[in-house]
């Protein structure tokens, strides 16, 4: 079965850290496409950060410069360290993978900023 797992999520204080990790099926890791999105009540499921087959990462501007998308191919999983946290990122995060042209979502992960 194809599936993506997140994990890390949390509470932290606005300047803070987390490392969110998707651990998922090898056949997403086949130089596909991978990412992060994120979303929050009342708005909508929005990119993160992307990562390509040749590791090549692309940022929304909203998290540019503090957020860093990686992606660990032997160990199938997928990483966002995300730095200087602020409340606006308050979020359900969620991991894709794309594969057989279809895109496959983890089930979410909390993230909560506040003081």
């Known amino acids: 079965q194809v599936r993506l797992v997140e994990s890390g999520g949390g509470l932290v204080q606005p300047g803070g850290s987390l490392r969110l990790s998707c651990a998922g099926s090898?056949?997403?890791?086949?130089?596909?496409?991978m990412g992060w999105y994120r979303q929050a009540p009342g708005n909508q499921r929005a990119m993160v950060a992307v990562?390509?087959?040749?590791?090549?990462?692309n940022y929304s501007d909203s998290v540019k410069g503090r957020f860093t998308i990686s992606r660990d191919g032997p160990k199938l999983t997928l990483y966002l360290q995300m730095n200087s946290l602020k409340s606006e990122d308050t979020a359900i995060y969620y991991c894709?993978?794309?594969?057989?042209?279809?895109?496959?979502w983890g089930q979410g992960t909390q993230v909560t900023v506040s003081s």
């Open positions: 894709k993978g794309q594969w057989g042209g279809r895109d496959y």
């Open positions: 090898g056949i997403l890791f086949r130089s596909n496409n």
């Open positions: 990562i390509d087959g040749g590791g090549s990462p």
